[in-house]
């Protein structure tokens, strides 16, 4: 199936814009709801395999390693290869994985296919990132990113409670194998949709191309915005795709359905925030609130929230959550940052780069987390005092980094003025060249960026 050609320079318009969006939307909504369905499943899985909140927080953080060790590989791909290919072969590895999951009979299987997992749905996220950048304009780009967040979010809702409903009916393994189906008719829908590239040799992308990596760890802007990724961030998701619905569980009391209800509030919440981001964003940016500006003003928030949740203890439910994560949504604003900030060469390689450290440091706090739970009831503290301890240390944590990220912002930021629109190319190549080459010659940077 042969999707449209398309010259290499045009941009989307009108009903090609919308279909784009369309087909990345439903398979991003899809990868969404296989990465936070074990937040609800999470009491029937321990139930099932019979494990504590470590092994449960490795078994969730298996499909976080499948996305970590594809992303430098995948950003190179999707430079030589393009979106289309790239996301079509990764999605046929996601049907492979939700198959093995709903028959592997023990821990170590289910392990191994979430992993496989995380391979496949890799894409679902980069391929659309680095699609706006090359084929919408500046204004489509903004919402673009903000909203194929907000299907994400469709799908965190869609993984809570009508998941629930659907487990006695069908049971969690006939869950994946549904979606396993469903991706099969994504691969087709993107096939048929996404506009064919032509593919390039390796290595030869462009000029700007032969730095790669290297080029893309030296650039001040990406390092600066590395800790956030890694720690806050990861956070949100290491929260929202597992340890919420336990807290909401062990901590507040609730029941697996009241739990499944708190989480749909949450995800719920967090849709309509990425949906008003999407309008916001252009006319905050008009307004002189960078994304860099909102980030730095932002983050805090979400460490003041989780420090509230800890206090409260029982008492914090999902409406707290439902805060927790608003809050951290400043957070989502910093990828196109990163991305905006270099050559269109490096683009795929560049997301790719943050990503790895987003995922990565998902798997370590799903993990870790879980670990501290058991450390802390070893030593005698009941389950709601050990998921307190833990999370208070995790509050810690991302307090630090979100310091060591004010630090380098208010080093790298302009002179104290309002930031026109049209400034903001300026700003970033100033902060992304102080430690880092410039772009060689020929290559082209995009006017499409934001302040750092």
Request: hydrophobic content about 55%; glycine content about 12%; overall charge positive.
């Amino acid at each position: 199936m042969a999707g449209p050609p398309r010259s290499a320079e045009r941009l989307l318009q009108g009903r090609e814009a919308v279909g784009l969006f369309a087909v990345f939307g439903f398979t991003y909504f899809f990868a969404a709801l296989l990465r936070a369905v074990t937040a609800t499943l999470a009491p029937t899985l321990a139930e099932d395999l019979d494990v504590g909140p470590g092994a449960l927080g490795l078994l969730t953080g298996a499909l976080f390693i499948g996305y970590a060790i594809t992303q430098l590989p995948l950003g190179h791909w999707l430079d030589r290869f393009g979106p289309r290919l790239v996301l079509a072969g990764s999605l046929a590895i996601a049907v492979i994985g939700c198959v093995a999951f709903a028959l592997a009979g023990g821990f170590a299987g289910l392990a191994f296919a979430r992993v496989l997992m995380g391979i496949g749905l890799s894409a679902c996220l980069m391929a659309p990132l680095t699609a706006f950048r090359r084929w919408y304009g500046p204004a489509a780009q903004l919402r673009a990113n903000s909203w194929i967040l907000m299907s994400g979010a469709f799908g965190m809702v869609a993984s809570t409670v009508p998941v629930q409903m659907l487990v006695p009916v069908m049971g969690w393994r006939g869950v994946f194998v549904a979606v396993a189906v469903v991706f099969v008719l994504a691969i087709a829908a993107v096939l048929a949709q996404v506009p064919r590239e032509s593919v390039r040799g390796p290595g030869a992308s462009s000029p700007g191309a032969s730095g790669g990596y290297r080029e893309i760890w030296r650039q001040r802007t990406f390092r600066s915005y590395a800790g956030l990724a890694f720690v806050n961030y990861a956070g949100l998701m290491a929260m929202q795709t597992l340890w919420i619905g336990p807290w909401l569980v062990n901590v507040a009391g609730h029941t697996r359905g009241g739990a499944a209800a708190g989480l749909f509030l949450v995800n719920a919440c967090m849709l309509a925030a990425f949906f008003a981001w999407g309008f916001a964003m252009p006319r905050l940016t008009q307004a002189g609130w960078t994304a860099g500006r909102l980030i730095a003003w932002g983050t805090p928030l979400s460490v003041l929230v989780l420090a509230l949740i800890v206090v409260l203890g029982p008492q914090a439910g999902a409406g707290m959550w439902a805060l927790y994560c608003l809050s951290c949504t400043f957070m989502s604003l910093a990828q196109p940052l990163v991305g905006r900030s270099f050559p269109d060469a490096l683009v795929g390689r560049a997301l790719s780069a943050y990503n790895l450290l987003f995922l990565s440091g998902v798997f370590v706090l799903q993990w870790s987390i879980g670990l501290a739970i058991d450390l802390l009831r070893s030593f005698g503290a009941d389950t709601a005092q050990a998921y307190r301890g833990a999370f208070a240390l995790y509050a810690m944590v991302a307090l630090a980094t979100y310091l060591l990220h004010l630090r380098d912002y208010r080093r790298d930021r302009p002179p104290a003025r309002v930031i026109a629109a049209g400034d903001e190319t300026s700003d970033v190549s100033r902060a992304g060249s102080a430690h880092g080459p410039s772009p060689p010659p020929g290559v082209r940077t995009s006017s499409r960026t934001d302040s750092a």
